[in-house]
């Protein structure tokens, strides 16, 4: 695991002797090839990371500016197997003694995840073990009940139990979801345009910062000041919990059509923590409402949480852990290296579909688009 501090949930254990025939926990080997990140990892329903590798294909997409999904397939073809042995290598494990498969069955690149399907598909059906075909947005949604860190990674314990109120943010997805439990799912709000990953992106490409954009956005907004450029916040003054983020992608190529490049340093800072808090103001109002609807006053959610590649983002972290006190709530992230697309989270996702009898019964054809109300 990376080097900042993770807090052990404390939840009890799950039921996994049921399922095992002894009282060991149940071992998953998970799979993730759904965007560029080729994963696996196994992970037991007590909560154990034994092994996780992730192969960023990162610097294969950023000279071109963002993930080509033909590149990405090709990348993942050539990774997995790889990258499946070492996971196994790790953990000390064969794969007999795995219990459960599980991985990515979208949404996502179809090409990529497409190879991670076919490759658990094989491994399941050659070892005659039981296949989860994991919601990759559900994978985001659950892991901060594998392992959840606070926003400056140093409070206490925090379980993360059915409901809570999830701000999932990636770079294909923004959403307020009430998570009721697995496979359970409401949505609350959601973007109409773009996704919070995709604004950030987009805007550091504006910028020439490069791919992706929400690393080094986030850290520039530390160096400058919010207050320089006006930024709207669209929606913010509407009832609802909907986003819309193209209107400040349009201010920002407004902004930076009256500068020429290149632009200098505390003119980037200045732009960023401008762009940033903009951002940030939108998805605490949004929360704030998502607060006052009705099915989640009903359902009375005593957990903030957020998910997603965006919840690495420290002022998000920061402003929503604020919102929680504020509402007397908790708050949970899950810790910055299982906030992007990684295998443990499709592994613990598996873990929990799979101690509900939720397997694989007949073939499946893996989905490019798959909401998570539809489960
Ligand atoms: O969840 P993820 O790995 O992939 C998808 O499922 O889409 O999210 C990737 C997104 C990218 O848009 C990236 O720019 C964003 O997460 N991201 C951040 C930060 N780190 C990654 N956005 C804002 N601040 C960050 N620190
Ligand atoms: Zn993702």
């Known amino acids: 695991m990376s080097e900042e501090k993770i807090i052990r949930l404390d ?3 799950l039921d996994g002797e049921a399922h095992t025939g002894t009282n060991r926990a149940v071992l998953c080997l998970g799979i993730e090839s759904s965007c560029d990140e080729t994963s696996a990892a196994i992970v037991d329903s007590d909560r154990n990371i034994l092994s996780h590798i992730i192969y960023s294909q990162i610097p294969e997409h950023q000279k071109y500016g963002g993930v080509v ?7 993942h073809i050539l990774a997995i197997d790889e990258v499946i042995k070492q996971t196994l290598e790790k953990a000390g494990k064969n794969i007999s003694e795995i219990d459960v498969v599980a991985a990515t069955a979208g949404p996502g690149l179809i090409g990529g995840v497409l190879v991670g399907w076919m490759a658990a ?3 399941a059906q050659s070892t005659n073990k039981p296949l989860v075909a994991v919601n990759h947005l ?11 860190a606070a926003a400056n990674g ?10 809570y109120l999830l701000m999932l943010a990636s770079g294909g997805h923004c959403q307020i979801l009430l998570v009721q439990g697995v496979g359970k799912y409401e949505m609350i709000g959601q973007t109409l345009d773009d996704s919070a990953g995709e604004a950030f992106d987009k805007v550091a490409k504006m910028l020439g910062l490069g791919y992706p954009g929400g690393p080094v956005v986030d850290k520039r907004a530390a160096l400058g000041n919010p207050k ?3 930024f709207p916040r669209p929606l913010c003054d509407k009832p609802g919990c909907d986003f819309s983020f193209s209107g400040i992608k349009t201010a920002a190529r407004t902004f930076l059509g009256k500068q020429s490049a290149p632009y200098s ?13 903009a951002v940030v103001d939108c998805i605490i109002d949004r929360l704030s409402n ?4 009705e099915r989640v006053i009903k359902a009375a959610p005593k957990t903030l949480v957020v998910a997603g590649g965006v919840a690495k983002n420290s002022a998000i972290r920061a402003a929503m852990e604020n919102l929680a006190s504020e509402k007397n709530m908790l708050f949970a992230a899950p810790p910055m290296n299982l906030c992007t697309d990684n295998g443990a989270m499709i592994a613990w996702a598996g873990i929990e579909n799979y101690l509900l009898g939720r397997v694989v019964k007949e073939p499946i054809a893996p989905r490019p688009r798959w909401p998570l109300t539809e489960l």
């Open 265 to 277: 340093e505390e003119y980037i800072n200045d732009f960023c923590a401008s762009f940033q808090a």
């Open 121 to 123: 598909t094989g491994i």
């Open 154 to 163: 140093t409070d206490g314990a925090i379980s993360v139990n059915f409901p």
């Open 228 to 230: 320089t450029f006006k």
């Open 11 to 13: 939840m009890g254990q």
């Open 69 to 75: 999904p033909e590149l990405a397939a090709r990348a």
């Open 290 to 293: 998502a607060l006052q609807d």
């Open 138 to 148: 559900e994978g985001h949604a659950l892991v901060p009940r594998l392992h959840a």
